[in-house]
Nanobody, 124 residues
Framework: QVQLAESGGGSVQAGGSLRLSCTVS????????MGWFRQAPGKEREFVAA????????LYQESVRGRFTISQDNSKNTIFLQMSSLKPDDTGVYHC?????????????????WGKGTLVTVSL
């Protein structure tokens, strides 16, 4: 059974950094790509970043491009989201997701698996 386990959330002041991690229990044809979504209180979920295990260009939401970096460690079945220059608007629950392709995740389709989420709070 595929399970996603996130870690690394917390509270930080604006301008600070955090790194999130997500480990997938088993890699299958439905977990060829992984990524991150976030949901702020009272708002809809939104795509943040995605990456394919096979390589290729990572995908980012425009508002985080240049500040966030998604990476992977194939040997540990783990992806990371390095978040820098954090802003209060980045506050939310960050969910790790897995699917067939990074493009599919970015298009919010084929979201086969979701993690429980980890809270990121950015204060002024």
């Amino acid at each position: 059974q595929v399970q996603l386990a996130e870690s690394g959330g917390g509270s930080v002041q604006a301008g600070g950094s955090l790194r999130l991690s997500c480990t997938v229990s088993v890699r299958t044809m439905n977990t060829l790509a992984m990524g991150w979504f976030r949901q702020a209180p009272g708002k809809e979920r939104e795509f943040v970043a995605a990456i394919s295990w096979s390589g290729g260009r990572p995908l980012y939401q425009e508002s985080v491009r240049g500040r966030f970096t998604i990476s992977q460690d194939n040997s540990k079945n783990t992806i990371f989201l390095q978040m820098s220059s954090l802003k209060p608007d980045d506050t939310g629950v960050y969910h790790c997701v897995a699917g067939v392709s990074a493009g599919g995740l970015a298009a919010q389709s084929g979201l086969d698996y979701w993690g429980k989420g980890t809270l990121v709070t950015v204060s002024l």
